[in-house]
């Protein structure tokens, strides 16, 4: 029973993390890098799109996800009832 | 007051409070003098982590390798920061629960292997000391401006004041002096970029202004960028990129992941109370260095715009009555001829700001065509169109050289700023070295003493003896990156990406696999450090040099420069990381499986309840 829980717990962990990692993926590597030229194409004032994930974007985005880790991860914690004390 | 008394009132002001703050916070016990008592709230630790992080690369250095890459420095920017994210969810709150002060000391013990956590602390000194010569290459800078002396000589001056500083007050308080340090850095960073924001776009926030339109015109300031930097024959500025774009992407992803993998940043995280703590704590320290990070790009771009204004006055800036340098709305509008004769500035004209520079021989003027004007371009540009154009003009070859170290030092004095702003920098360049150098000085010295020494040669070592051989590696480490620092391998935040590169391809993935691979073992760990180490620092010696003395490069032997698939030294770290992760998992398929106690302590370390306070005990 405890090994479920162990594992069930790992499993949702992992789920999170994949998310995560692919939302930091696409803001990063893709609007900032891959896509950026497309991108450049669309102004956000006088920002070129894809100079602005380079410059601006991507450094809001990730702190975005890492606060919303800490929020998601204490849920699953709490569900899990491995929290501490 | 003149600005050499207003600098050294400034910088003497913000010493004291370091020395203040120091003596105040005293650590008491072995467990607070390597993980302040475990008793940091999130947001101060993300502060000191903040200030530890933000070097004198990051502060002296980016902002003017930006300005020189344009789009392509956004490498700096996202993998400075990307990597905040891998450290938030793979490493930092498992390494917290585990508990303990280093990171050889996790690898050991994970491990089940003396040999693993050696081998640790070789990868932990390499990428350490790589990281202070680029320290020391942006001391020199900001002692060389501040005292009005050479580089090299900045640099001696440096060596002895890191010294003292770790020596005596660096053990002690050190994240409440980080705290200070993060405040001062921060301060000296955004109001000088204030002013210049608001004095080119009227908006003060340099975030908005970098995308705004120029004061009275409605040409925005990075189009017109664009314009006279292609028409200078340079590339434009929002799309030129450093190589291809494969180098782009393998750069980023070495500092992301080498930014996880860095010892003296995972050990600020051994400082908070909890797990949870340690979750936020990257998100705090993210914050605050964003802060930083985000103004970086506009202060790179504006330095540019500023410098070109300066030495072109068909750019569109002049300088007004009060002295200070504003944008000329017809001018700019007008886009006025930038190859006409009496646009370049007469050298004699020249303002105080680049008399003050010369003295450091990092600015240099040489008057090719004689004609006793300054013009600026990129000669070697491959644009016919630049290339006729200054032709034509009479243009000899570019007559101005600028190290990009200086950029954001000289900043506010070539945007014409009070002296007070120009002091306040001098204090923020040394903040940011001296925080960084504290904190990985203390990395090097728990290696060498509690890693090595205690661990391995001699276990019963008095607390005493440990601390002696702690201080005795670092002044070892300061002498040798000093000397490496005269002869750097490239620009400051060159120097300490391939640092980063090197952190990334040996000790990120072993730590990874350690709490996401249960059957890892150690001789797949070891190998996979061992390969990825070996083939990063082969490829970088081959490139820098053996150690990067001058001299011992061995670049042909393996095809001439970036053979690789055009990819660069500092963006090499991604492939040895790769490397690194390839082996161990072969190595781990052919070797016997851990033992079950081990496997049974990494399920322990996969979940927060039950976490304790660190101690230092093997």
Known sequence: MENNSASGYWKATLGLLTKILIIWFVVSFGAGILFAPALNSISLGGYPLGFWFAHQGAIYIFIALIFYYAKKMGDIDRQFDVHEE | MDLQTVTYLVV?????????????????????????????????????????????????????????????????????TGGYVLLAMLLAPYLRKFGKFTVPQFIGDRFYSKTASTVAVVCLLTASLTYIIGQMTGVGVAFSRFLGVSSETGIYIGQAIVFLYAVFGGMKGITYTQVAQYIVLIAAYLVPAFFISLQLTGNPLPQLGLGSNMVGTDTSLLAKLDLIVKDLGFDQYTTSIPGSTLNMFMYTLSLMIGTAGLPHVIMRFFTVPTVKDARSSAGWALVFIALLYTTAPAVGAMAKLNLHGTVNSAVGLESNAEGKLVVNPATVKA??????????????????????????????????????????????????????????????????????????????????????????????GLAAALSTAAGLLMAISSAVSHDLVKNVFVPNISDKNELLVGKISMAVAIVISGWLGLNPPGFAAGTVALAFGIAASSLFPAIMMGIFSKKMNKEGAIAGMLAGLFVTLFYVFAHKGIFFVKGTDFVDLIGGPNSFFGITPEAFGAVGAMVNFIVAIVVDKVTKEPPEHIQHMVESVRIPRGSKLVDGAH
């Open chain 2, 335 to 428: 886009n006025a001829d930038l190859y006409a004769t009496e646009s370049s500035l007469q050298y004699e004209q020249r303002p105080e700001w680049m008399k003050r520079w010369e003295k450091t021989g990092l600015l240099k003027f040489e008057d090719k065509n004689g004609d006793g004007r300054i013009q600026y371009y990129n000669d070697k540009t491959k644009s016919a169109d630049a290339k006729a154009k200054a032709e034509a003009a009479g243009w000899k070859g570019n007559e101005l050289t600028v190290n990009a170290d200086i950029m954001v030092m000289a900043n506010p004095e070539i945007a014409l700023l009070p002296n007070w702003v120009i002091a306040l920098v001098a204090a923020g």
């Open chain 2, 12 to 80: 003497g002001a913000s010493f004291a409070l370091y020395i203040g703050i120091a003596i105040w916070a005293r650590a008491g016990s072995t467990s607070e003098f390597y993980a302040a008592g475990g008793s940091v709230h999130p947001v101060t630790n993300g502060m000191a982590t903040a200030a530890d992080w933000m070097s004198a690369a990051s502060f002296i250095s980016m902002a003017g390798l930006i300005a020189n890459m344009g789009y392509g420095g956004g490498l700096f920017l996202m993998g400075w």
